[in-house]
């Protein structure tokens, strides 16, 4: 027989069932259920835990769980001490003889233990005795009570092991029957495409949940086996078959088909409607390269852009996955994404002229497809270089042609894009013409973003996306709330009767603002409505942006100013976020029409010095109060003649902190011209305690400041 947790992996791989389903089902760890596939014994709680996971394991993939227990027992369980006495068998009589070294090797026992042993024995027959007899004679007051003794104590032991056993029983009995009637309730469902051609495939289970979101399936790649009380299953076309509970059975032919699927029947629902088929929406993966970014030496710039891309053509990303720069990791990560049933595959990096940039060939491999110089290319990469060569004059030119001679070797049949820089793009559809497409770009963003403009314009990438829908999504932002008001949102939108199960909702925290961000197709517009409207009336006060807009684009259009609102400048002065936030307000272009300046005062001396900051207040509050910060948002509209004025002082840490002042302590306060005057125009002061770390304290602070600067030119007032 098979090694045991081969059997498992196998019989999980032949079915296409990822190992979280199988725990979702079973309720067991995936770590317990690695170790099982894996024979890691040791890391598993002990034997009895490993034979009833391993018997729950083989159920829920159809094994015969008595022969992998009987294995495991033979193979990796310790006998017991019961399991290695001799039973009885018969000693030969020259056993004595020809056996001295065992008997030699026989422990005896001690003359004294012996003695003590026939004592004990002879005190136990006595009592014995004495028992009979009061029991015959029908015993006098002691007899009695010696006999009540015996006959009530002796049996309780064994009536509460028997007790305790049957009711243990009953429970185990009871766990199955309720396992064997969840399992009862349940369709195991399988799709098998037969050809010929691909077939397009929409899956739901019960409660809305998408197993299948609407993929291509070539012949002889089935689907994984999914579990459901209920199945509503849309088919592009009837080339395949459904493997339900086992059994293989044929769909009918010719349009596009929909069938509700429970244990008991199966019920054609009549052809898909356009409806149905646009939820079938093409899907793609992608696959950022470079161990750089693996190990977070540099962060991903190119999967989060490429991802919004893909969303602007209505194409539904699946994955995101980093590997290193190792070819066999690049392979497996396409492998991967091409069993998971993407249509289109993006790449980013390694397209360089080093030995280590090695996707283009990695890339030519998957799809079946030999290398092949493309002289006409290598010329075109070559004159890029002329500049190159120019201004270092000195350098070997036989090495940078061979080295930039690799960049023009390229699969066969592949659609070339331009290079930016010296590496080509690439557009790889698969050989066989069965699987997805590969876009091979470079890594470095500002080649990269150029050349996607190209790549979706040739024909290879629009037939890959041939089957987009349109995706839409808004984002709501709030500030001033904890993440798990939000959660509680979401629950009382639903017990509203808002379709959430349409929509794909996820939330975040990000720079100190919730970040809700909801997916969906033009039919759950109505359902994204109710939600947003659940939103607004339980968070007027903290929902700031229900169109994305951010709190620093909101700040730039206030102080640019409207027909109702005149133009503003600003100022700040700023001691713990040391510049952050006038950064922060010069990111955005076109803020010279606002932004006036920055003052950076650190030290006491600064504050004094360039804000203009009383060093009596400084001695009497200390630097970090919300009366130094007053005076720094007055210090900076001052010095530098603004209508806005910002100052921030506190602790970001890691020292510095005290009991009335912790790590964390920041003041705030923006101020409009001459607000400390009689005839001021208006303060917002605020003391916070930020979480996190340095980086987060800064961070936060500048969120913070710019929302009491929005909140003030809204009007709001201390």
Same mark, same amino acid.
């Given at each position: 027989?098979?090694?045991?947790?081969?059997?498992?992996?196998?019989?999980?791989?032949?079915?296409?069932?990822?190992?979280?389903? /199988?725990?979702?089902?079973?309720?067991?760890?995936?770590?317990?259920?690695?170790?099982?596939?894996?024979?890691? %014994?040791?890391?598993?709680?002990?034997?009895?835990?490993?034979?009833?996971?391993?018997?729950?394991?083989?159920?829920?993939?159809?094994?015969?769980?008595?022969?992998?227990?009987?294995?495991?027992?033979?193979?990796?369980?310790?006998?017991?001490?019961?399991?290695?006495?001799? /039973?009885?068998?018969?000693?030969?009589?020259?056993?004595?003889?020809?056996?001295?070294?065992?008997? *030699?090797?026989?422990?005896?026992?001690?003359?004294?233990?012996?003695?003590?042993?026939?004592?004990?024995?002879?005190?136990?027959?006595?009592?014995?005795?004495?028992?009979?007899?009061?029991?015959?004679?029908?015993?006098?007051?002691?007899?009695?009570?010696?006999?009540?003794?015996?006959? @009530?104590?002796?049996?309780?032991?064994?009536?509460?092991?028997?007790? *305790?056993?049957?009711?243990?029983?009953?429970?185990?009995?009871?766990?199955?029957?309720?396992?064997?009637?969840?399992?009862?309730?349940?369709?195991?469902?399988?799709?098998?495409?037969?050809?010929?051609?691909?077939?397009?495939?929409?899956?739901?289970?019960?409660?809305?949940?998408?197993?299948?979101?609407?993929?291509?399936?070539?012949?002889?790649?089935?689907?994984?086996?999914?579990?459901?009380?209920?199945?509503?299953?849309?088919?592009?076309?009837?080339?395949?078959?459904?493997?339900?509970?086992?059994?293989?059975?044929?769909?009918?032919?010719?349009?596009?088909?929909?069938? @509700?699927?429970?244990?008991?029947?199966?019920?054609?629902?009549?052809?898909?409607?356009?409806?149905?088929?646009?939820?079938?929406?093409?899907?793609?993966?992608?696959?950022?390269?470079?161990?750089?970014?693996?190990?977070?030496?540099?962060?991903?710039?190119?999967?989060?852009?490429?991802?919004?891309?893909?969303?602007?053509?209505?194409?539904?990303?699946?994955?995101?996955?980093?590997?290193?720069?190792?070819?066999?990791?690049?392979?497996?990560?396409?492998? %991967?994404?091409?069993?998971?049933?993407?249509?289109?595959?993006?790449?980013?990096?390694?397209?360089?002229?080093?030995?280590?940039?090695?996707?283009?060939?990695?890339?030519?491999?998957?799809?079946?497809?030999?290398?092949?110089?493309?002289?006409?290319?290598?010329?075109?990469? %070559?004159?890029?270089?002329?500049?190159?060569?120019?201004?270092?004059?000195?350098?070997?030119?036989?090495?940078?042609?061979?080295?930039?001679?690799?960049?023009?070797?390229?699969?066969?049949?592949?659609?070339?894009?331009?290079?930016?820089?010296?590496?080509?793009?690439?557009?790889?559809?698969?050989?066989?013409?069965?699987?997805?497409?590969?876009?091979?770009?470079?890594?470095?963003?500002?080649?990269?973003?150029?050349? %996607?403009?190209?790549?979706?314009?040739?024909?290879?990438?629009?037939?890959?996306?041939?089957?987009?829908?349109?995706?839409?999504?808004?984002?709501?932002?709030?500030?001033?709330?904890?993440?798990?008001? /939000?959660?509680?949102?979401?629950?009382?939108?639903?017990?509203?009767?808002?379709?959430?199960?349409?929509?794909?909702?996820?939330?975040?925290?990000?720079?100190?603002?919730?970040?809700?961000?909801?997916?969906?197709?033009?039919?759950?517009?109505?359902?994204?409505?109710?939600?947003?409207?659940?939103?607004?009336?339980?968070?007027?006060?903290?929902?700031?942006?229900?169109?994305? @807009?951010?709190?620093?684009?909101?700040?730039?259009?206030?102080?640019?100013?409207?027909?109702?609102?005149?133009?503003?400048?600003?100022?700040?002065?700023?001691?713990?976020?040391?510049?952050?936030?006038?950064?922060?307000?010069?990111?955005?272009?076109?803020?010279?029409?606002?932004?006036?300046?920055?003052?950076?005062?650190?030290?006491?001396?600064?504050?004094?010095?360039?804000?203009?900051?009383?060093?009596?207040?400084?001695?009497?509050?200390?630097?970090?109060?919300?009366?130094?910060?007053?005076?720094?948002?007055?210090?900076?509209?001052?010095?530098?003649?603004?209508?806005?004025?910002?100052?921030?002082?506190?602790?970001?840490?890691?020292?510095?902190?005290?009991?009335?002042?912790?790590?964390? @302590?920041?003041?705030?306060?923006?101020?409009?011209?001459?607000?400390?005057?009689?005839?001021?125009?208006?303060?917002?002061?605020?003391?916070?305690?930020?979480?996190?770390?340095?980086?987060?304290?800064?961070?936060?602070?500048?969120?913070?400041?710019?929302?009491?600067?929005?909140?003030?030119?809204?009007?709001?007032?201390?």
């Amino acid at each position: 027989m098979p090694e045991i947790g081969a059997t498992l992996r196998e019989a999980r791989t032949r079915a296409r069932i990822d190992i979280s389903e /199988i725990e979702s089902e079973t309720k067991i760890r995936a770590k317990y259920l690695r170790a099982l596939e894996n024979e890691e %014994w040791a890391l598993l709680p002990g034997p009895a835990y490993v034979r009833s996971f391993l018997r729950t394991y083989a159920e829920a993939l159809d094994l015969d769980a008595k022969l992998l227990l009987e294995e495991y027992k033979l193979r990796h369980e310790r006998p017991s001490d019961h399991d290695l006495m001799p /039973i009885g068998a018969p000693r030969r009589r020259g056993a004595r003889a020809a056996g001295g070294r065992q008997r *030699t090797a026989r422990r005896r026992l001690p003359p004294g233990v012996i003695a003590v042993l026939v004592v004990v024995i002879a005190l136990l027959a006595a009592l014995y005795a004495l028992g009979k007899m009061g029991g015959n004679n029908g015993g006098g007051p002691s007899g009695g009570a010696a006999q009540t003794d015996t006959t @009530t104590t002796t049996p309780v032991p064994q009536r509460t092991t028997s007790t *305790t056993s049957a009711a243990a029983t009953a429970q185990r009995r009871a766990r199955r029957q309720q396992r064997a009637a969840a399992a009862a309730k349940l369709v195991r469902l399988q799709v098998v495409p037969t050809g010929p051609g691909p077939v397009f495939v929409c899956l739901q289970a019960a409660g809305g949940q998408m197993r299948i979101p609407g993929v291509s399936l070539q012949p002889g790649a089935s689907s994984g086996t999914y579990r459901s009380s209920k199945f509503v299953l849309r088919l592009g076309n009837g080339n395949v078959r459904l493997r339900i509970n086992g059994k293989l059975r044929s769909v009918g032919s010719g349009s596009p088909l929909a069938y @509700t699927i429970t244990r008991k029947a199966v019920v054609a629902r009549g052809p898909v409607v356009d409806s149905d088929l646009r939820e079938m929406s093409a899907r793609a993966g992608i696959v950022v390269t470079g161990t750089e970014v693996l190990t977070g030496r540099v962060a991903d710039r190119n999967g989060p852009w490429i991802a919004d891309r893909l969303r602007e053509l209505g194409v539904d990303l699946a994955h995101i996955v980093i590997v290193g720069d190792r070819p066999s990791d690049v392979r497996d990560a396409l492998r %991967w994404l091409a069993a998971a049933g993407v249509d289109l595959i993006v790449t980013s990096g390694g397209l360089g002229p080093t030995e280590d940039d090695l996707t283009a060939a990695v890339v030519a491999e998957f799809q079946g497809r030999p290398m092949a110089l493309d002289e006409a290319l290598e010329g075109r990469i %070559w004159a890029r270089l002329e500049g190159l060569r120019a201004r270092w004059p000195d350098l070997d030119e036989g090495a940078i042609r061979r080295s930039n001679r690799k960049q023009a070797v390229v699969p066969d049949g592949a659609t070339v894009l331009e290079p930016v820089g010296t590496a080509p793009g690439l557009v790889v559809p698969p050989a066989s013409g069965s699987g997805p497409s590969v876009l091979v770009l470079p890594g470095p963003p500002r080649e990269l973003q150029p050349m %996607w403009r190209a790549a979706v314009q040739t024909p290879a990438f629009q037939e890959a996306v041939a089957g987009a829908t349109e995706l839409r999504q808004h984002m709501l932002r709030l500030f001033g709330i904890p993440e798990s008001e /939000i959660a509680d949102t979401l629950l009382r939108a639903r017990a509203a009767g808002v379709d959430l199960d349409a929509l794909e909702i996820t939330t975040c925290l990000h720079r100190g603002e919730i970040e809700v961000v909801t997916r969906y197709e033009p039919a759950a517009q109505e359902a994204y409505d109710a939600f947003a409207a659940v939103v607004r009336d339980r968070h007027p006060r903290t929902l700031f942006s229900d169109d994305g @807009t951010s709190v620093d684009e909101q700040v730039a259009q206030l102080l640019r100013g409207d027909g109702s609102r005149p133009p503003s400048t600003i100022a700040t002065a700023e001691s713990c976020t040391g510049g952050l936030l006038a950064a922060r307000l010069t990111e955005l272009a076109g803020s010279s029409d606002y932004v006036l300046g920055g003052l950076v005062v650190y030290s006491n001396a600064a504050k004094t010095r360039l804000a203009g900051v009383d060093p009596a207040l400084i001695e009497r509050v200390g630097a970090v109060s919300v009366e130094v910060a007053e005076a720094l948002a007055d210090g900076a509209t001052a010095a530098l003649d603004a209508d806005v004025g910002v100052g921030i002082t506190g602790i970001a840490g890691p020292g510095g902190g005290t009991e009335d002042k912790p790590v964390g @302590t920041v003041c705030i306060s923006v101020a409009l011209r001459d607000a400390a005057g009689a005839d001021g125009g208006g303060r917002i002061t605020r003391r916070v305690l930020l979480p996190g770390g340095r980086f987060d304290v800064r961070d936060r602070s500048t969120t913070v400041a710019l929302h009491l600067v929005r909140r003030l030119l809204e009007g709001e007032r201390d």
